[in-house]
């Protein structure tokens, strides 16, 4: 069936550090691709998406690259800020209705 | 506008107990999707509602059953809870033509003791 595959946590980086956080997916098709944020206390967040190969989303400074060769969508930042830290989950849309998420990465940013 | 709301916030029951939680969907959304996110987990899959009716359904028993209102609100139940029912039951709507985009309320955290 179809998965999603992220980096375990937790990600410590300092103030303005580059962050990348890794996600593989395994799928039938070509299935559409998320990025969530999950803050404490809170539900999920829609932080970018990627519809198809090679589609790039971004949003907030953060961009994600729909790799149909490496069945991978990698989530990057240029320079993380302390109200990023929260947990990260990598996630799938399968067949029609529902979507099929990683385990979830924490990052926490240092000041 | 009013996103998805879910209640209660939290709710504290003991094994063997039944739970019933609470969403509304955002305004405009005729679709409601429930998930279970266990602690350090990513949410899983639990069933969807669309005209009232369970559209599909994951890997849950058939202690979790749901029901969609006219006004597209959305209960979720769970009988003769186990201490692996704790955790973040998530609702997520979207448009019954356009699923791959889901808004997600912020969830009820539920711990059977």
């Known amino acids: 069936g179809d998965s999603v595959t992220q980096m375990e946590g937790p990600v410590t980086l300092s103030e303005e550090a580059f962050l990348t956080i890794n996600c593989t997916y395994t799928?039938?098709?070509?299935?559409?691709l998320f990025w969530y944020v999950q803050y404490p206390g809170e539900g999920l967040q829609l932080l970018l998406k990627?519809?198809?190969?090679?589609d790039k989303g971004s949003n907030k400074g953060f961009e994600a690259t729909y790799r149909k060769e490496t069945t991978s969508f990698h989530l990057e930042k240029g320079s993380v800020q302390v109200s990023d830290s929260a947990v990260y989950f990598c996630a799938l849309f399968s067949g029609t209705y529902k979507y099929i998420f990683g385990t979830g990465t924490r990052l926490k940013v240092l000041a | 506008d009013a996103g998805v709301t879910q209640s209660p916030t939290h709710l504290i029951k003991t094994r063997g107990q039944q739970v019933t939680l609470r969403c509304s969907p955002k305004?405009?959304?005729?679709?409601v999707s429930w998930y279970q996110q266990a602690l350090g987990q990513g949410p899983q899959f639990i069933f969807q509602y669309y005209e009232e009716e369970e559209r599909q359904r994951g890997n849950f028993p058939d202690r979790f059953s749901g029901h969609q209102f006219p006004n597209y609100s959305s209960e979720l139940n769970v009988n003769a809870l186990l201490l692996g029912d704790s955790a973040l039951y998530l609702c997520?709507?979207?448009?019954?033509?356009?699923?791959?985009?889901?808004?997600f309320g912020p969830g009820t955290r539920l711990t059977v003791l």
């Open positions: 799928a039938t098709g070509y299935p559409s």
């Open positions: 997520a709507s979207s448009l019954a033509g356009s699923t791959d985009t889901q808004y």
């Open positions: 990627a519809t198809k190969a090679d």
């Open positions: 305004s405009g959304h005729d679709t």
